[in-house]
């Protein structure tokens, strides 16, 4: 990889588009640019959150084609013409996703800065695993670290949103891939 | 009658917008902000030679770059010593950008600031320093053998050397029947909340005023360290805590140099300036905590009854100690815990070493004075073949002791008095919840199918709720919105909840109807921080004490608008009625209309108000001499001392008999904060504390090798724990109010981390037979405490009845 600054000071600019939340969006970025920067500084999308750089925490975790996934590994440019789940395309306060709800019943979360991947990845995985036993609750967000919670009512907020869908009907498609995609797209958006 | 909102498990207020995105953290404002990187040390010790930029002026988008020689005035004088002591004859501080020397891995050296983030650090990496080396001191040995000094004009690397005693411990000691002394040993943590921290300063310069943002844990603190820095009035610098993501003590520092600096720039650039924290940036240029020796002398009777208790603390403040010592003096006095000492003497040097800064995290030194106390409990228990707990309660100090007076000065210059607290019930809730009887039972069940268990126990009590002060404002509008203030910060706590609920409770309103801002400083000026377990204790009660004003100036405008007396009136669900007769009521919305006479009818609800709307006495003011226009009221609580509350956790673990794994199978809580505002809340912060806790026993410690380099200043190597370590909480409560404050409550925030490695260094002592007295402990560290317990090197415990680990077949 080049390094930048052995380089001239003025870095290629590449048009990204990528279908966020069912919107599709496009900016001008560096190639450089993590997907979690674009989201959070060219989309201003501030869901999405950063806690370590380095793909450990979990913060950054987005749904890429309805897979979980580190935005602060990836580059804003390897996300072109994929479809992208942020934390702002779960659900909104008037009407919370059941995973959502379920957060703020069991008191899963203090400060709020790890929520946004813990809840994108709990998304995911009751997608895959609508009834999980305890056990299996806590080994779905064995990934993510949390400061403030101790996990404990973490967990028990999975288990919640797992009974919420189950209240709900939530569907869900069987093959990851199908759900948050491209297809869904609803209107082009505004470009950054 | 409002539904009882003190005391009910109500769901936080705060958290639909932090579910769906919308919470606003430091780095999510400013997007057009230029931001600034800063090139940091490599070395932990050397003098600055030579900064050469030449390379880095030349980056595209670099907007300005900054050193030390830069800075003038204040800017360049060296940060404050915020809290200072008498026995602080070394305080030393850093600058906002290295002068000439440098004394940790990481200190900030060279500002650059630019279009963002990654040009930023591009130009960092064009800069080169030249560096003479000096050498490194590292470790509290190294310290304290004084044979490398940190700062050449502090001998001995002494920062402050302080000794407190009440009695004659050297007779208590030597004519007690027995004494024993241990040394121990704890390693560095530190708060490492999620969101690092971070600054955003916006500069305008028609009004000469300064915006800042900063993800802190005490906006008046950084309002007016920077105001006295950039020379600017304070009437001129607004500070705003936004959406914080976790604290834990190490944003309670300030100002840091990025504080000063990103403001310093934003005026200077006349644009907006941010900064980010990253994690590397974190573990290496924030603040650690823990790190100390101790040694404990204790004499005691036959019965295990404390004589004479001699304490020598070593504690470690890393390079320089801007927040004081106050982490080695709550060490000193909160490491009595429940106890009665008989004599006591404590006496603790703070040494300097080439590493971070050392200021509180959660617990703020008391982890470790309790880790000291209760190894003593444990020790005399196993010298006398007494049961542990037994041991412990005959040391309590009764109920009906309190208030009870150790004759020692607290962290806050005040005396160290306990005003309420019940031991005995506390031990027993635990005992029960734990199943402390039981155990042996369950233990020769375990080891009859080759497992090893061991039983802990660990008890605290905490200062929680120091003053200064905090203060209350709450304003009812006309529509019946109640915007409440308060000064202090949130960081998860549930701040906007907890005190809506109790404004929702004293003024007679509905919770939803009630609006919290926490630390911004344009609303309410006045305000110390968050720390110290003090949100719920201080601002709780100063916010109870302006609601009762609120709601006797709501009453009495009611009584005279009704014409009737005020103790005829009840304030229910925003409505205030007369008793018995409902129908005759008017709203909070129209006492706010009523109680602000108005000349212009800008809507419907202040057409009531003008001078022409109703009857009125006209030889009356308007405005009647002794009131003010507006339903408002504001109010501030100052005690007289800390209010102390306490905690006895247990915990049941099993360690694997071949690779010494240390699995947690049960941890039990009983904790009392007194009266709960809302126990969900106080369940989360001791489901958090203890996890903490967990960590700082078993996972994380801060590995600097000789060097001063920071070798794991990752999440991929400093290891926080996870869901996978952290064990499911049992919890049970005691209420005990406290005599001292309206609400009669006490702090709930650090508690639930203060005992844990005390109990889980209890528990696997228990379980192998052989003392233990170093925290973390890691299955590694087990594995060779094994080793030389069975060489011979490390005694048994009296009471061991399992035979020493066998050599396990590789
Ligand atoms: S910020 Fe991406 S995993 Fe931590
Ligand atoms: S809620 Fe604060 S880090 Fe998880």
Known sequence: ?192 | MTTQMFGAPVKRREDPRLVTGHGRYLDDLGHDALEAAFLRSPHAHARIVDIDVADAIDVEGVAGIYLHEDLTGAMAEPLPLLIPHPTLTHGRTTHALAKDEVNHVGEAIVMVVATNRYVAEDACQRIRVTYEHLPVVVGIEAARDGEHLVHEDVPGNVAAHMTQQVGDVDAALSSAPHTLTLDLDIERSASMPMEGKGVYARWDDERGELRMYSSTQTSTGVRAAVAARLGLPLAKVECIAPDVGGGFGVKIMHPWPEEVLVAWAARLLGQPVKWTEDRREHFVSSAHERGQLQQVTVGFDDDGRLLGLDVRLWHDNGAYTPYGIIVPIITSTQLLGPYKPGAYRVEFWSLYTNTVIVTPYRGAGRPQGVFAMERAMDAIADRLGLDRAEVRARNFILPEEMPYDHGLLFQDGRPLKYDSGDFPASLDKLKKLVGWDDFAAYRAAAEAEGRTVGLGIGCYVEGTGVGPYEGGHIQVETSGRVNVSTGLTSQGQGHETVFAQIVAQELGVRLEDVHVTTGDTRRMPYAVGTFASRAAVMSGNAIALAARNVRAKALRIAADALEVAVDDLEIADGTISVKGAPGTAMSLGTVSVLSNPLRYAFDEAAKAATQFAGTFDPDKPPVADDEEPGLEGKDFYSPTQATFANGMHAAIVETDPVTAEIRILRYCVVHDCGPMINPMIVEGQVHGGVAQGVGGALYERMDYDSSGQLLNASFMDFLMPYASEVPHVETDHLETPSPLNPLGIKGAGEAGCIPVSAVIASAIEDAEGFPISRMPISPNDLWELRRRHRAGELPSLNRSTHPAHEEPTP
Do not use: W
């Open chain 1, 1 to 192: 990889m080049p390094d930048p600054t052995e380089q001239g000071t003025s870095e290629d600019l590449h048009e990204v588009t990528v279908v966020v939340n069912g919107v599709a969006r496009t900016a001008t970025v560096p190639a450089r640019r993590l997907l979690s920067d674009f989201l959070r500084h060219d989309l201003r999308l501030t869901g999405t959150h950063v806690g370590c750089e380095h793909g450990v925490c979990g913060a950054c975790t987005v749904l890429v084609d309805g897979e979980p996934a580190r935005s602060c590994l990836m580059f804003a440019v390897t996300a072109q013409g994929h479809a992208i789940t942020t934390v702002e395309g779960l659900g909104t306060e008037e009407s919370m996703s059941a995973v959502q709800q379920a957060f703020t019943e069991c008191h899963g979360l203090q400060c709020g800065f790890c929520t946004p991947g813990f809840l994108t990845t709990v998304t995911a995985f009751l997608d895959e695993n609508p009834s999980p036993t305890p056990d299996e609750a806590r080994d779905a967000v064995f990934g993510n670290l949390c400061r403030c919670t101790g996990y404990q009512n973490i967990v028990k907020s999975v288990l919640r949103a797992a009974e919420l869908r189950e209240e709900q009907q939530v569907p869900y498609a069987a093959e990851p891939a199908q759900r948050h995609t491209a297809s869904s797209v609803v209107a082009e958006g505004g470009s950054a």
